[in-house]
């Protein structure tokens, strides 16, 4: 609202008197607040009276506290404990099972067979003649001859490691066949080299 | 005659303990370990074997595994002796990453066993996977596989059969037989027989000192064969007329067909070169050179 005599009610207000308050009312109010502030902070319950209760109140609540406690330990963890081993377990060997085979499965058989008829090991008989038209063709160093030689040492050597295999898994048949065959091819190139000398 | 009935069943019990132990004296013991392991088979897996003085046998199958099984046997009269020294055999195994490594060995190699020791392996694995075998003295047979193939051998006959794909082959000592082999074949052979039977595809044998009989059939694109001291005989297969022959020999002889006309190119007293056109569109050609050897060119029958 717009006053209409705002200078007239300013003059007037202006003129009128100053008056200050008793001296004491300004500590009484202050005392009053503080009262009243320290009424707020307090709790009524503080103000409430205290009883201790009887012993056997306590004992019956801790009682109950410990079965309480005890129940929860017994029975929860440990059926989850339980079901997480298991759950572990299973997921351990599945991945164990498609990762790894089961490894080797080992089995032994016993049995018995004819026995054949016992090897003559002749193969030794000729060596020296082989030795001397080895000797004989080296003294004569012949192109021709020189060949020959070469295919003799390659026999020779071709025969000493079928006799090693003899030996080192003992006498059978195929690798009998196979020095048979070597002493053939050595016999032809042995029947050549004379030819040539 | 009484004495006789009486005495005869006395003699036949007195015969019997003898009968048995000659028996026995021609039985001997045979002792086997059998090993059984399966891999699982991915892409890029690989077998590798070493065999000594060992039948490997190789076989294909659907299955994405594969299977091994070793059988280590000891032959002695005496079972003791047999079980001991069978002993002496060991299968090792070693698989890394895709890779898997089968050995047979000899724990104590110095041992001169008494036992007459042998190995067989019975593998069977998918048919794309890439076998390489080692094989000293024994032997490999394998079958229908189609992917990648090496073999090594020293005194080991290798058989195949019904085998596609990449093909190394080195041997000694050691004949080759193979039938229904397609692909890219690469053959060493040293004192090796060789005998192929229905072959196609791209083939190139070096060969010394051995007996060659080679059968290839119309998808023959290129075989190329260097033989020396060897005899070579290659018979045309039936319905082959688009296959042409380029034929020398240095030093050796040469039997070919009267039917086909043939090309000389080049002869001496010891060297000869002819050329055999195809009959209908070219298909593939045949090329052999021998060298102190028979080359020899017919009809299979």
Known sequence: MKEKNYDRLRAALDRLPEYDPPARSWPEIERGLEREGESVREPLSS???????????WNAV?????????VVRRRLPRRLLAAAA???????????????????????????ESQPDPVTSDWDDDEASFQRARAEVRQRDEPILNNLGHELDELNSAREEVKAMLVAYGESPAVIQQLAEIERERDDVYRRIIVEL | MIVVRLLLPLLLLWLLPGTRVRAQADLREVVTKTIED?????????LAVEGEKAEIIVETWAKPQISVRVVLTARHQRLETAKRELENLEFVTEVAGKKIYLKNRRKDEAAKPQSELTVEYFITLPEECPVYLKSHFGSATISNLRNRLRINGEFSVINMDNVQGLLDIRTRFGDIVGEKIDGNVVINARRSDISLLDVGGTFTINA???????SPN?????????????????????????LAYELASNNGEMNLPDNRSLVELERTNEW???????NSERSGTITASVTFGKLFLGKQR
């Open chain 1, 47 to 57: 103000r409430l009276p205290t009883y201790v209760p009887p012993t056997a109140v």
């Open chain 1, 62 to 70: 801790n009682e109950g506290l410990d079965a309480q406690k005890r």
């Open chain 1, 86 to 112: 298991a759950v572990a377990l299973l997921l351990f060997a599945a991945v164990g099972i498609s990762r790894w085979t089961s490894g080797p499965r080992v089995t032994y058989a016993y049995s018995q």
């Open chain 2, 38 to 46: 399966t891999y699982p088979y991915s892409l890029g897996s690989e």
């Open chain 2, 208 to 214: 010394q000192y051995g007996d060659l009989r080679l």
């Open chain 2, 218 to 242: 119309p998808n023959m694109r290129d075989l190329r064969i260097n033989a020396d001291k060897s005899n070579v005989y290659i018979y045309e297969p039936v319905g082959g007329e688009g």
């Open chain 2, 272 to 278: 000869r070169r002819i050329q055999i056109g195809p």
